[in-house]
């Protein structure tokens, strides 16, 4: 939005809706397209940006065939034949996919990567989040794939805003493949109420760490930046509503596709969880399918159905002259301005907002609360006397199990009292035993022991 100083006095004017900006295609006024006038910083900017996305589709590659090997060796054991069977015991289910897919009748390897296929979906989500909000940047360097009327500009601060959430939106890809990574090798319990659990955190933390490090500053800007202000004017030829409409209703989509898996996974899962939780893992999809399908609403009412510009939302003003001494027009966004800021505008605000701090005292919840207790819990289910062989328990529980370490010593039965026998002794009628006699325990070290063993 332009302030007093950087219009030349007298040349402000409102756009109404039902001319829109005619008065720059017919002559009336010389207007300035943005992408003549685009600053030097940003086509490296978003250069900076896809390599990023390509660093980020590395990572996502390889951790998707990392993160397949340990979910594969976590749920079946391969016989001396080559071939791969489930492991006996497990509470992961591994005759149903997605729910309602049965996949008993195909064969183990099929079965494992139908489930890891399954398992990924939340990095595949924002592997192709991040890539189409890269491209909602990138858009605006050409008159062809903008995604607003070539005269309309849009402040730099946008560009700076959206590209610095795709930033972030690459530590969340690495975020969510450790994630997989991580709750990967918790999926060997026996335990439905531990695996339960093991489901509904990763599925809460990854929604909510994808609001608050992305979404919510890019659905923000987005919607009030870009999609509040498409037009389709008799005067206009670009289409702009279809290169916008890919990433808002593919983003509803998803969020809608995510609800029914929650459902889904809510009947199995709520018998298991404490009644806050149980309310948390319902209303964390549910928020995200309700902002998301309001943006996509006033997305599709605004660019199908309106099609034109809102009363007070944009502004014609002078910025400059030319040689001939004529004024230069540009047209500025007046967003926030208290004609275009509409009711509908306030409670989808209100309801991000609102959101974001149910989000935010989550996780702190969740790190100072709810994970402590979870480790405790682990905890208190190892037995003291526990026997039997340590791979076959979770690796939280195995890495709690202190392992008996014993030396085999041969004493001397004799005159003087108890002696330890030397390798070389010979006695002649010696009374020789042997005993298993505990030696001086070290945890940290029977620990380290363990995993080079493994």
């Known amino acids: 939005m332009l302030d007093e100083k950087d219009y030349i006095p007298g040349t402000l004017e409102e756009v109404f809706s039902d001319t829109g900006l005619i008065k720059c295609y017919n002559g009336s006024y ?6 003549e006038i685009l600053d030097d910083w940003l086509g490296p900017w ?48 591994v005759t149903t996919a997605l729910g309602v897919w049965k996949i008993e009748e195909k064969s183990v390897e099929k079965r494992i990567k139908i489930l890891y296929r399954v398992y990924c979906i939340p990095l595949l989500i924002a592997w192709s989040d991040l890539f189409l909000d890269i491209g909602y940047v990138s858009s605006f360097v050409s008159n062809e794939t903008r995604m607003l009327n070539e005269f309309i500009h849009v402040e730099n601060s946008a560009f700076i805003i959206m590209g610095i959430f795709d930033i972030v939106g690459c530590f969340r890809i690495f975020l969510c493949g450790v994630l997989l ?91 298991y969880q404490h009644a806050a939780m149980n309310t948390l893992s319902m209303v964390v999809p549910l928020m995200e399918l309700i902002l998301s399908s309001l943006r996509t609403y006033r997305f599709l009412f ?45 409670i989808m605000v209100i309801l991000m907002c609102s959101y974001m701090l149910v989000l935010i005292i989550f996780i702190f919840v969740y790190i100072f609360k709810i994970r402590p207790e979870y480790e405790l819990e682990l905890s208190n289910m190892t037995p003291d006397n526990l026997l039997g062989d340590l791979k076959k328990l979770p690796t939280e529980v ?12 041969t004493y001397v039965a004799g005159k003087t009292g108890l002696t330890k026998k030397k390798e070389k002794q010979d006695s002649k009628n010696p009374e020789e035993s042997s005993e298993m006699l505990p030696v001086d325990y070290d945890p940290n070290a029977a620990q380290k022991s363990e995993k080079e063993i493994e």
């Open 181 to 271: 990574w991580k709750f990967t090798e918790k999926l060997d319990t026996e335990s439905g109420a531990t695996l339960a659990r093991i489901e509904v955190h990763m599925e809460v933390i990854v929604i909510a760490f994808a609001f608050i490090l992305e979404d919510f500053a890019e659905l923000f800007v987005e919607y009030f930046i870009v999609e509040k202000f498409i037009t389709f004017y008799d005067y206009e030829t670009s289409a702009q509503s279809f290169a916008a409409g890919i990433s808002s209703v593919t983003l509803n989509l998803i969020a809608l596709v995510s609800f029914l898996g929650f459902v889904m996974n809510f009947r199995k899962q709520h018998k």
């Open 398 to 409: 195995k890495q709690r199990v202190l392992k008996p370490v014993v030396k085999p010593v």
């Open 30 to 35: 010389n207007c300035i397209r943005q992408t």
């Open 302 to 346: 605004q660019a199908f159905g309106y099609q034109k510009f809102r009363p007070g939302c944009v502004w014609l003003a002078a910025i400059d002259t030319d040689d001939n001494n004529e004024p230069l027009y540009i047209a500025d966004q007046h967003t926030f301005s208290k004609e275009c800021f509409r009711p509908l505008d306030w």
């Open 46 to 93: 978003i250069t900076f940006l896809w390599l990023l996305f390509l660093i980020a589709s590395g990572f996502s590659i390889r951790m998707i065939y990392k993160t397949y090997v340990k979910f594969r060796d976590t749920l079946a054991k391969r016989k001396e034949n080559g071939e791969y069977e489930f492991r006996e015991g497990l509470a992961y289910d």
